[in-house]
Structures are given as structure tokens and as C-alpha cells.
């Protein structure tokens, strides 16, 4: 998925450089319907990271309150899967910006619209 992402993104970015005269109503809608791709993509990666964020602090808190020593693996592996959701979800969040920001760029080209200054 990352390699995707980041390949759209590249790709639209190359588009909205070109000179080239486009139809941009028409590469408008085709981004819309990439951003409704990623943005279903980032809600179901933000469910599951919420579910394994509540999970590892469930085995936390167990462990605190028992002092189990059988839960250590288990939340060790929590954070094994807890680090690698948090970096996708934050790739995906921003990505998803970023194509907001280039449909906003895309509906300029057509004439005045609004749009957000980088920095």
C-alpha cells in the first residue's frame, strides 16, 4: 500500500507540474475516486490500530493489576504489531491530506478556487 500511495501521489504531483493542457474536471473526479479509496483504506487501518492500542493497554493494565508474568510476551507483541499501525496510519492520514491539497490545486487550474498555502 505504501508503495502505491506514494507512487499516486508522485504521479499527480508530476500532472499538476505539466504545462500540458488536460481536462481537469475530468482527472478532478478519477482523484476523487482515489481519495475515497485511501480514505476507506485509513478508516479501517485507524480501527484496527485503536483495536490493538486498547488491547495493549487491556494487557498492561492486567499485567500491573496481576502481575502475571505470562502477559509479558503478549504485550511485547502488542507493540510489535502497535509501532507498525501507528507509521502506516500516520502515512496514510498524510497522504490523504496531501491529495486533498492537490484536488484543491486540480479544481485551480480550471480558475479561482480555494486553497491553502504549504507551510
Not at 58 to 70: E, G, T
Not at 75 to 97: A, D, K, R, T
Not at 102 to 119: A, H, L, N, T, V
Request: hydrophobic residues 50%; aromatic residues 12%; proline residues 3%.
Amino acid at each position: 500500500m505504501k508503495k502505491r500511495i506514494l507512487a499516486y501521489l508522485d504521479y499527480i504531483d508530476q500532472l499538476l507540474a505539466s504545462e500540458e493542457e488536460r481536462d481537469w474536471e475530468k482527472e478532478a473526479k478519477l482523484h476523487l475516486t482515489q481519495i475515497s479509496f485511501f480514505a476507506h483504506e485509513r478508516l479501517v487501518h485507524l480501527l484496527v490500530f485503536i483495536l490493538v492500542a486498547i488491547c495493549t493497554v487491556m494487557c498492561i493494565l492486567a499485567f500491573v493489576i496481576s502481575n502475571a508474568i505470562m502477559l509479558l510476551p503478549l504485550i511485547g507483541l502488542l507493540f510489535v504489531l502497535l509501532v507498525p499501525y501507528c507509521m502506516h496510519y500516520y502515512l496514510l492520514e498524510n497522504s490523504v491530506q496531501r491529495m486533498y491539497q492537490q484536488y484543491d490545486e486540480m479544481i485551480g487550474k480550471r480558475g479561482p478556487y480555494f486553497s491553502m498555502k504549504k507551510g
